[in-house]
C-alpha cells in the first residue's frame, strides 16, 4: 500500500531534549516536506527537499533541523526543543514537486502530536 | 508578501445546505492551486486540483472549485452537504516553477444532521 508514515504519532518531552521524528515513504518520491498545523495559522512548512540531499527552508525553519541521505526517508529533527514547537507535524511526500506544469498530488503523512513542557 | 486567505474559518450548516469557501491568493504569475480535507483525526486528502485548463474543477465527493484569475480565487463548492462532510478544509497555492506550498488558516465546517 503506498502511504507515508510517521513516528511516533504521539510524543511528550521536556524542553532541550533532542528528538527525531520520523517520516518515510515507498512510492518512491523525490519531493519530500514538513509541516506544523497551529489552531488558526492553518499549515506552515518548515523545510522540505526535491531530492537527495538536497533540502531548503520554508516559511518556519527556526529551531529545526532535515536530512535527506535516503530517498525515502526524511526525518524533521528538533536539537533543543522549546514549548512553542509544540504542535501536530505532517510529514508529506509527491513524486515531483508540486509547482510544476503537471501537478503532482501531495500525499499526508498520518499526522505527529508533539507536547513540549 | 504572497498570501492564501481563507475566511469564514468557522462555518456551522445543516445537511442539504450548500456550501461554498471562499480563496484568495495574492501571488502574481502562473500558480497551480489545491483543495485539502482533513476529517477529525486523519490527515489531508486532496479534494481537487487546478493547474491549467477548464477553470471549473471537479473533485472527488461531489466537491467542486472554480478558478477565477482575475479574481485572484478558487473558491470550493458542493451543491447539498452531509454529515460526513463535516471537517477542515484548507485551499493551498503554490507559484509555478516555485517549490513552497503556501497553506491558507483553514475552514472548520461542522454539518449538523
Known amino acids: 500500500e503506498a502511504q507515508v508514515t510517521q513516528n511516533p504519532r504521539y510524543l511528550i518531552t521536556v524542553t532541550g531534549k533532542k528528538l527525531t521524528v520520523t517520516c518515510s515513504q515507498n512510492m518512491n518520491h523525490e519531493y519530500m516536506s514538513w509541516y506544523r498545523q497551529d489552531p488558526g495559522l492553518g499549515l506552515r512548512q518548515i523545510y522540505y527537499?526535491?531530492?537527495?540531499?538536497?533540502?531548503d527552508k520554508g516559511d518556519v525553519p527556526e529551531g529545526y533541523k532535515v536530512s535527506r541521505k535516503e530517498k525515502r526517508n526524511f526525518p524533521l529533527i528538533l536539537e533543543s526543543p522549546s514549548p512553542n514547537q509544540t504542535s501536530l507535524y505532517f510529514c508529506a511526500s509527491s513524486l515531483k514537486p508540486p509547482g510544476q506544469l503537471t501537478s503532482y498530488e501531495q500525499y499526508f503523512g498520518p499526522g505527529t502530536r508533539l507536547t513540549v513542557t | 508578501a504572497q498570501s492564501v486567505s481563507q475566511h469564514n474559518h468557522h462555518v456551522i450548516l445543516s445537511e442539504a445546505a450548500s456550501l461554498e469557501l471562499g480563496c484568495n491568493y495574492s501571488?502574481?504569475?502562473?500558480?497551480?492551486l489545491f483543495w485539502y480535507v482533513q476529517y477529525p483525526g486523519q490527515h489531508l486528502q486532496l479534494l481537487l486540483k487546478?493547474?491549467?485548463?477548464?477553470?471549473l474543477v471537479k473533485g472527488i465527493k461531489g466537491f467542486e472549485a472554480e478558478f477565477i484569475k482575475s479574481k485572484f480565487s478558487f473558491n470550493l463548492r458542493k451543491p447539498s452537504v452531509q454529515w460526513s462532510d463535516t471537517a477542515e478544509y484548507f485551499c493551498a497555492v503554490i507559484l509555478y516553477g516555485n517549490n513552497r506550498l503556501a497553506f491558507g488558516k483553514g475552514n472548520q465546517v461542522v454539518v449538523i444532521p
Open positions: 527537499s526535491m531530492n537527495v540531499e538536497v533540502t
Open positions: 487546478y493547474f491549467s485548463g477548464d477553470p
Open positions: 501571488y502574481g504569475g502562473t500558480v497551480n
